[in-house]
């Protein structure tokens, strides 16, 4: 099964762009769709302008806070309104998402550093798309990138991530949940959430522990939305060092002394930069193979999304 990911439109190669054109990206098409089921969305289609159609910009008049969208060739026509309503018209499919994939520096669909242009065309600010600002807005939660930083390992290791976070999440939600499909959920995804933000971990860790069955409901959304801010922020080095020395714990009594050695040398080549994070992981892997442990086998971190991908081949 496919996880429904938004999209700009002009990435999976449709001819909507203001030029007639397209931005098809080969990555996100490729390899992504293979795992995506995506919803492609041209907001400045949808709001009746033309392909091709004259460009439109973000520009902030004097004295004023307020960004706009015009047109470049008369900016009295103002689609601010048009493509803010466009979205907010689209929450009964966005909301059934688990990610968007959005159009670097475009004024309806770029996620963030467009250019903001003065009354007499000088650049001198950054913004939001309004269309995307508006989506963010009604969706805190949803993973979203541009298809430009999905070019940086760690950004596309962290944005693929929370995306299958958020499936799962969207599955634990249609099973119908309860406070301990809450705690198993949680469980599994303690050693990702460490990985990503320690203070975080532990004051989500407070939360579920804090949950009953008479205040879950009010309760999911509050916890969801901390886990999506804390996942956001990129998990270091130095973090995923703790998570595997923390996992290392449980084989102990297991493993021999040349065996301890090795796994204790992986990690530092890891620390320093020798070897990627698939190379401890893997290993911790052989050996929980050899010497089961229910809790760790089970922890989204050791397999959060499809091998094949080779997210941590590179980071």
Same mark, same amino acid.
């Given at each position: ?5 938004? +999209? ?24 992504? %769709? ?52 466009? &979205? ?6 966005? &909301? ?13 669909? %770029? ?18 798309? +309004?269309?995307? &600002? ?29 995306? @299958? ?35 975080? @971990?532990?004051?989500? %860790? ?16 509050? @916890? ?10 990129? &998990?270091?080095? %130095? ?77």
């Amino acid at each position: 099964m496919k996880i429904p990911v938004g +999209i700009s439109s002009c990435l999976l190669g449709e001819n909507v762009r203001f030029d007639g054109g397209h931005k098809q990206h080969s990555y996100v098409q490729q390899t992504l %769709g293979e795992y995506f089921e995506f919803k492609p969305f041209c907001p400045e289609v949808a709001i009746g302008l033309g392909i091709p159609r004259k460009p439109i910009r973000l520009i902030r008049r004097s004295g004023s806070e307020e960004i706009r969208c015009v047109s470049t060739v008369d900016a009295s026509q103002d689609f601010t309104d048009e493509l803010a309503d466009i &979205a907010r018209q689209q929450k009964h499919w966005q &909301a059934d998402l688990c990610g968007y994939i959005l159009k670097r520096a475009s004024p309806s669909c %770029g996620m963030e550093r467009v250019k903001v242009y003065s009354e007499h065309g000088m650049p001198f600010n950054d913004g939001a798309g +309004i269309y995307a &600002a508006t989506m963010m807005q009604n969706f805190p939660e949803m993973p979203c990138e541009e298809e430009g930083r999905l070019g940086d390992s760690r950004l596309r290791e962290n944005f693929i991530q929370r995306v @299958y976070v958020m499936w799962r999440w969207k599955q634990l939600i249609e099973s119908g949940p309860t406070v301990g499909k809450l705690v198993d959920f949680h469980a599994r995804h303690k050693l990702i959430i460490m990985s990503h933000d320690q203070q975080e @971990y532990r004051s989500l %860790g407070k939360l579920v522990a804090g949950i009953r069955k008479e205040n879950l409901p009010e309760m999911l959304p509050v @916890y969801l939305g901390d886990l999506m801010a804390a996942l956001k922020k990129i &998990a270091t080095v %130095g973090n995923h060092v703790n998570v595997l020395q923390h996992i290392q714990g449980y084989l102990k009594q297991n493993l021999d002394r040349e065996d301890k050695q090795e796994l204790v040398q992986c990690i530092e080549e890891y620390r320093g930069g020798i070897v990627p994070l698939i190379v401890p992981i893997t290993l911790l892997n052989h050996h929980f193979r050899r010497h089961h442990n229910e809790y760790i086998e089970r922890s989204w971190y050791m397999k959060p999304y499809p091998a094949e991908l080779s997210l941590t081949s590179n980071i």
